[in-house]
């Protein structure tokens, strides 16, 4: 897999790679795997803007979210739906039929997450999961320990998973549901390529983690070296917890070259 740390914003370079993989697919429909967040807001934003602008079209593309709250209904202002219909949505030409997040609501939880796996395989797989990365290392809601070969499932949520969602929840970790419903990280590692993107300090050391330590389900955000077309999408302060050989490959590139890009291959 690859690292790559840049100076630019996260959001518009994830972006503007996908617009680029959108008009190079080859097929229809695109099958994207999308995650929620402050990290991808900025994502979300230019992908409206190149909609509005008329550089993108949604029309042809098919959605899947990595995961949704538990007892969260869709209106809920902290439901990744409404999240995801904010930010995105409601500024796009995506078809309904076409948009995909699970259930927090259905009455039978783990038969929404087999319809989930079900639903993905009927449209031919991912072809690029987005995500981000969690203090933790955890993928979508998939916590320390998740087995690698692990599909859509209930989840419950950690102390310190919960705690950092807080901010979102009168940042009273208390009103912070205590499960969630989740695809699983071999539903993630399923999709033909992956780029995760990871922002601030407070992922330092799960990416140091990934780029220096072993792989181990202990840490989630390692299962990404196991796939053949994965990328790290970080910036400085997410990489400022680097050792050894790519911290002083990531000074030396950036002495001869300040605002490029530094790709490390893992």
Request: overall charge negative; aromatic content about 8%; hydrophobic content about 40%.
């Amino acid at each position: 897999m690859k690292l790559i740390i840049t100076k630019h914003n996260l959001g518009l370079w994830a972006a503007s790679y996908i617009r680029t993989r959108w008009q190079t697919r080859g097929k229809d429909p695109f099958v994207l795997g999308l995650p929620t967040g402050g990290t991808v807001e900025d994502m979300y934003a230019a992908l409206a803007g190149l909609v509005k602008n008329g550089k993108m079209s949604f029309q042809d593309i098919v959605t899947f979210n990595m995961d949704e709250y538990v007892g969260l209904p869709p209106q809920h202002a902290q439901s990744y739906h409404y999240y995801m219909k904010h930010h995105l949505f409601d500024h796009v030409d995506a078809q309904e039929k076409n948009v995909h997040i699970l259930d927090g609501m259905a009455p039978d939880l783990q038969a929404q997450c087999t319809q989930y796996e079900q639903d993905i395989k009927r449209a031919g797989g991912i072809d690029l999961f987005l995500g981000g990365v969690g203090r933790n290392g955890h993928l979508a809601f998939n916590e320390p320990g998740s087995a690698f070969d692990s599909r859509t499932r209930v989840m419950e949520l950690t102390e310190s998973t919960r705690r950092a969602n807080a901010r979102f929840f009168d940042n009273n970790p208390a009103l912070v549901p205590t499960q969630a419903l989740t695809v699983g990280i071999g539903t993630v590692l399923d999709a033909q390529e992956l780029l995760f993107l990871a922002s601030g300090p407070s992922k330092a050391e799960a990416v140091a983690r990934l780029v220096q330590g072993e792989i181990t389900p202990n840490w989630p955000i390692t299962a990404l070296k196991t796939h053949p077309q994965a990328a790290l999408l970080a910036d400085p302060q997410a990489a400022s917890a680097l050792t050894g050989t790519a911290k002083t490959q990531l000074e030396k590139a950036w002495a001869a070259y300040p605002n490029e890009d530094v790709i490390l291959t893992l």
